[in-house]
T-cell receptor
Framework: DVKVTQSSRYLVKRTGEKVFLECVQD?????MFWYRQDPGLGLRLIYF???????EKGDIPEGYSVSREKKERFSLILESASTNQTSMYLC??????????FGSGTRLTVV | DAKTTQPTSMDCAEGRAANLPCNHS???????VYWYRQIHSQGPQYIIH???NNETNEMASLIITEDRKSSTLILPHATLRDTAVYYC????????????FGKGTKLSVKP
């Protein structure tokens, strides 16, 4: 089975800190995605990547950047964390038309 | 906006079949119907997808109407562990684009 692993399950950071969320998949998938999930708003796409060093903005990219230096790893970066970035962050990968595989999520709290 | 309509919530007795409906009246010819579920505090899990024909796997069956404007996900023998939010999503095959999650149906399986 494809595995998508997110480095942290829970994270607490201070306002203004630079935050890195790491995601690794083990099945050589080309496409990787970062979502955030908030109550009442559902899952919203932040960024996605369909190849190494390629990235595309999703619906809510402001305040975030991403890095994909290797095929298996897709990092989400909060340049200067703010309290409105407190959320559940979900990474996913996909190959072709098969279903997405999601990680377990990182619950980030910015204080 | 999501291109699907689902009931907000449903109940099902343990051991009975759970039938979750989804309307996608504006679906295009090249769009697949995907179903995911999300158990509390976990990432979404892929269940099944289909284009025109009915599909079955070890988790569920997907029935798509002949005009493709609606579909039903069937969990043949629901268990307490099937309690989750179920998302019905349409997405074009071969596209680089992302999944757009709506609000889904909260299925509660009761003993």
């Amino acid at each position: 089975d494809v595995k998508v692993t997110q480095s942290s399950r829970y994270l607490v950071k201070r306002t203004g800190e630079k935050v890195f969320l790491e995601c690794v998949q083990d099945m050589d998938h080309e496409n990787m995605f970062w979502y955030r999930q908030d109550p009442g708003l559902g899952l919203r796409l932040i960024y996605f990547s369909y190849d190494v060093k390629m990235k595309e903005k999703g619906d809510i990219p402001e305040g975030y950047s991403v890095s994909r230096e290797k095929k298996e790893r897709f990092s989400l970066i909060l340049e200067s964390a703010s309290t409105n970035q407190t959320s559940m962050y979900l990474c996913a990968s996909r190959q072709g038309d098969y279903g997405y595989t999601f990680g377990s999520g990182t619950r980030l709290t910015v204080v | 906006d999501a291109k699907t309509t689902q009931p907000t919530s449903m109940d099902c007795a343990e051991g009975r079949a759970a039938n979750l409906p989804c309307n996608h009246s504006t679906i295009s010819g090249n769009e697949y119907v995907y179903w995911y579920r999300q158990i509390h505090s976990q990432g979404p899990q892929y269940i099944i997808h289909g284009l025109k024909n009915n599909e079955t796997n070890e988790m569920a069956s997907l029935i798509i109407t002949e005009d493709r404007k609606s579909s039903t996900l069937i969990l043949p023998h629901a268990t307490l562990r099937d309690t989750a939010v179920y998302y019905c999503i349409v997405r074009a095959g071969g596209s680089q684009g992302n999944l757009i999650f709506g609000k889904g149906t909260k299925l509660s399986v009761k003993p």
